[in-house]
């Protein structure tokens, strides 16, 4: 999963999702993985995609709702009214 996180921070979206589904197999039913392949997609401009992915994660755990709200602090989503927007479209997947 490290692996996935560094290719982000490259803007190599291909390298990381390819790292997170790695990842994915290694760590069956780990929802983390998900989650942050999820935000790698939000945030890359795949919403859509990215959806059904938070639904699954928060209905597994709701504590990601609550970090996902969390996620402007350190800057890993913008603070921007478009980006919270994104963070509000997102949280509203929860079950």
Known sequence: MNAGDLAVEHNDLDGAMTEYVRAAELLPGNVEVEYWA???????????????????????????????KRLHKPGIIPNTPEERALVERIVAEAP
Do not use: C, Y
Not at 38 to 52: H, M, N, W, Y
Not at 58 to 68: P, R
């Open 38 to 68: 999820a935000i790698t997609l939000a945030t890359s401009g795949s919403v859509k995609e990215a959806l059904p992915m938070f639904q699954r994660v928060f209905a597994a755990d709701s504590n990601w709702i609550e970090l996902t």
